[in-house]
């Protein structure tokens, strides 16, 4: 994907996380409640953004 361009000048830019995450981990009580999520107007079911 860093390798990725355009015509037109777009850049790419990736990060690599070597990691291992904790499956099962759950989220605190009413936090989906609290989370405020933008949808983007382009491609809503793929763009999004969620702001605690």
């Known amino acids: ?4 361009t355009i015509q037109k000048g777009l850049q ?3 990060t690599i996380i070597d990691q291992s995450y ?3 981990k759950k989220v605190a009580e009413g936090f ?3 989370m405020e999520i ?3 107007d ?3 079911q ?3 953004t969620a702001k605690p």
């Not at 994907?1 to 990725?4: I, P």
């Open 1 to 4: 994907m860093a390798e990725a």
């Open 12 to 14: 790419v830019f990736t």
């Open 22 to 24: 904790q499956t099962g």
């Open 38 to 40: 933008f949808f983007d």
């Open 46 to 48: 793929w763009n999004y």
């Open 32 to 34: 989906k409640e609290t």
């Open 42 to 44: 382009f491609l809503p």
